[in-house]
Structure formats: C-alpha cells, structure tokens
C-alpha cells in the first residue's frame, strides 16, 4: 500500500482521475472515486424494517468510534435483539410493504442511495468495465451496513449473471462486490452454491409484476447451502425480484437463513 507521500509523488507524475467525474482525486479519496464523489453519496442510515431493510436517507457515513475488531474476523456483526436463525423471531418492525408481502430473504440491507454520484459510479463499474471501482463500492456496502448485519454468516454468494451477460461484459460484477466484503468479513465467496439455470431478459424495462414472473425459478441452490447461513450480494436493490427468487431458491436448497447486502438502492420501489 503506497504511502500518503508516495500518493503524492505518483499524482504529480500520473494524475490519478476519478472514474466517474474524470476530476482529481484530491482529498478524501477512495480510489478510483474521487472525494467530491464519495462524500456526495446519500447513505441511508439504520434499517426501520427487519425484513426488506427499507432505512432512511442521511448524509452520514457509518460512525466507527464504537466499532469492535471482532466484526471484521468471520462474524459480521453484534447479534441483533429478536432474531432467530430464521429471521426475526417477533417481527416488530416490518414496513407496509412486507406487512403485505414479506420477502423470501431474512433480512436485507443497502448502504446508499441509487442516485447520483452513487448511480454513475455503478453504471461505470458495470458498463465500462471499470473493475477498480468493486473497492469503494464493497467497502462502502460493508462500512455502512456491518453494524445492522447479524452474526454466523458462513459465506458470501454473488447474484449470479446470465453466462452470455457475463461474456460480453467479461466480468460478473456481484461477483467482484461479493469478493470484497467476504474478504473484509472473513468469510468465504461460494460461487457454486447457487446457479442462474435459464436466460432471463434484462430488468431494467420491466415493471414490479413482469420482473416477478421474468426471475421465476432462474435459480438453482447446490445442496452445500443446506443448514448455512449465507449472504447474498448484488450491486442494486430496486424491486427485490432477483434477490427474491434467489433467496427462494437458497431457501429451497435448506438454506438456514438468507440476508441480502447491497450497495445501493432504488427508493419508492415496491420490494
């Protein structure tokens, strides 16, 4: 890891320019995002719902100064109070939306809000293969949700991507999130544990109900999963649906309990 003055030196040479504003790095920068971007990230603060993680908006990031070591050594996090292996064992604080319709996932979390800075970051990752951006954005994912995810996660499992998507783009972007935070928690990445087993049209066009039906029963568990504790990662949260079917099929698998842990998410979209 380069020093503060090496850093320096290098900028002077080469200068380092964000991926997404093309600016100067500058202060505050979490390479290759520059500090005026990372600091215009809407964060969204403690979960108000066990299930879908449905949390406010807040321009502060996570406060470390009650941050324990033993969160980043294999157990994600403090135990939450009324959680059983199987979510929440009195659900006292569910939203309206999973009042109606609770999610097949335990539980969800999502450090920021899909706008912005934030949304073009993402579209850059995923788009015009900017690889080095799954840093910031995993550890951003991680630093604003660890104090809110539960303990005994026994891995990590990237949403898996369409083989021919994977193809085009060279690269399954969960799968580059879901490397860096099981990496900072101490846990495994397990990506044979749950397989896409048909083709699916893109969901950025379709509404709630037809990406429901587009998802259904894309995804296959392996028989590892069963009695574990796994937590899924993909990049955004609008809907739910793909999150949804695969937390189904985990669960399907013996899955003993499934959580959802994103970078970002849409807001005022039914989960």
Not at 13 to 20: E, K, N, T
Not at 171 to 196: K, M
Request: aromatic share 6%; hydrophobic share 40%.
């Amino acid at each position: 890891m380069p020093s503060g003055f090496s850093l320096a030196a290098l900028d002077l040479v080469f200068p380092a320019l964000c991926s997404v504003c093309q600016a100067s790095l500058g202060p505050g920068r979490r390479d290759p995002l520059c500090g005026r971007c990372w600091g215009a990230i809407t964060r969204l603060g403690p979960p108000g719902c066990d299930a879908c993680g449905l949390a406010s908006p807040t321009r502060a990031p996570f406060d470390w100064s009650g941050a324990t070591e033993h969160r980043w050594a294999g157990a994600a996090g403090p135990s939450e109070v009324g959680l059983s292996e199987r979510g929440p064992a009195a659900p006292a604080h569910l939203c309206g939306a999973c009042t109606i319709d609770r999610p097949e996932y335990d539980y969800a979390r999502s450090a920021a809000v899909y706008e912005g800075a934030l949304r073009e970051a993402l579209h850059a990752f995923k788009f015009s293969g900017k690889r080095a951006l799954a840093r910031p954005l995993g550890d951003l994912a991680l630093e604003q949700c660890v104090a809110s995810l539960p303990d005994g996660i026994d891995a990590a499992i990237a949403v898996p991507l369409a083989r021919e998507r994977e193809r085009e783009r060279g690269f399954n972007q969960a799968a580059l999130l879901a490397q860096r935070i099981a990496g900072r928690l101490g846990v495994p990445t397990r990506p044979r544990w749950l397989a896409r087993v048909r083709a699916t049209r893109p969901q950025s066009d379709l509404t709630a109900a037809e990406r429901r039906a587009n998802v259904r029963g894309a995804f296959q568990a392996s028989p590892q999963v069963a009695g574990r504790h796994v937590l899924v990662v993909d990049d955004v949260l609008t809907t739910g649906a793909t999150l949804r079917e695969c937390a189904r099929a985990l669960h399907d698998g013996g899955a003993r309990r499934v959580g959802v842990l994103t970078v970002a998410r849409v807001l005022h979209a039914a989960v």
